[in-house]
């Protein structure tokens, strides 16, 4: 019984366009940072992964956009692990400002020997660290 | 019976990640500056779309990544229109190294009213210049 | 007799490139938002500025690379105001991890009128505001 | 008796701020590009210098606003190299939209040695093939 990971973050004038939302683009990367910070929950820092022979490539993303973020706010953005399979992870994220949700996507990711980039399954180790974060797959998360 | 719009542009240094690929999320700018031209294209600037009172919002964007594009390397992007519903605009976007295909993704947009920002029918002067895009929706096409 | 002001950052993963360094550009970007970390230690808000007929432009920039940030590193920037003109503002920044300086730059904004655009005197509730963090010019500060 | 090295590149929406201007920093990854291209024309692709040894890392940065570059506008980057000393190379760029100078920067690099990471001369190899594009430095030119 999982429940979200929270990371917290301000809105950077460099990531607001001419209509003075964050462009669509960097909710990927507000994600991608959000898992580092789930992995050094997890595990402790992500470069353990590559340390011990694995490493993690995006293979999908999937944003939807409900609301903006602008310059200067405060927003959360939430990731749990709604499918954990063989080789592969997804991750749904929820950006929040308050209560409000902004932007809901996703991000699949497959685990990979860290030399060879062949597809590998995710080790027992990594499984268990990440166990905290994991839930039931929304019926509403499409491709998990 | 449309046919794909291309825009060739070239990997930049600053897009590419410690992988030496380009970040995941910089496809998404990626697909954004291709229907930028796909405009130009259709109707000769962007910014005639604000001019005549409609504007689109991204609601919706997806990214499948099936190879890596490195630095330095000309691409090409194909946009074609897959959905023209009556608010809403689903272009399909496929990433190519010559004939390989890098990431297959597609945005989602809402024609808003330009100063109430509320949805809005697509005029049909729009929808007559986007017309030589237009193709139907492949199968495999989600949320399409 | 003013001290630095000091805001704390985590290198994100997009900002850095094949050699595993952060992106020049990007200390600009950390410099910007320094600013408006100063900004909000100053008068509350960035936004107050231009609600009171005023804001800021970027005239010059300028930035010495001595050792790179990587990814996943916490670095300090420390911002000091190095010259309070009639109308420019010129900020030094320096970026350190721990003790060790990595990049020495500054920033020279002139101070607009928020609707003309047009050069203005910086305001005395401004320049009071901003005090704390106004200390003597260095001399090896080039511009200021 | 060197001229300038031109190239020409559209501003994109996602390089634009909420105040319709490319935001500061991106003009830096503008000059970076435009390096890429000069390589190219001078010695075919710029992973030459790596594999014959040596690269380049920049040391100093710096950019004068002058005007704004806006969305979709295009705009011309000229590159010359006003300084090819034993191990550091100063190039001016000049950002402008048809005859109109709207940033005057510069960026110098230092060679090293590609795995040691240390100090090195600029070979006779690579100095000739700049040499089209070296001009006396100007006086205007801090730094160089």
Chains 1, 2, 3, 4 share one sequence.
Not at 57 to 72: I, M
Request: with cysteine; proline share 4%; glycine share 6%.
């Amino acid at each position: 019984m999982g429940e979200p990971f929270r990371h917290r973050l301000r809105v950077r004038y460099a990531e607001c366009d001419m209509q003075g939302h964050v462009f669509n683009a960097h909710y990927l990367a507000y994600f991608d940072l959000t898992l580092t910070e789930l992995w050094r929950a997890a595990i402790g820092y992500y470069g353990l992964m590559t340390e011990r022979g694995v490493d993690l490539v995006v293979a999908e993303a999937n944003a939807r956009y409900l609301a903006a973020a602008r310059f200067d706010e405060e927003i959360d953005v939430e990731a749990t692990i709604e499918r954990l399979g063989t080789t592969a992870i997804t991750t749904r994220f929820r950006v929040l400002r308050g209560e409000r949700l902004l932007v809901d996507g996703w991000l699949r990711h497959v685990c990979v020997d860290a030399t060879a980039l062949t597809k590998t399954p995710i080790p027992g180790w990594l499984r268990d660290a990440l166990a905290p974060w994991v839930i039931a797959a929304s019926p509403a998360l499409p491709g998990a």
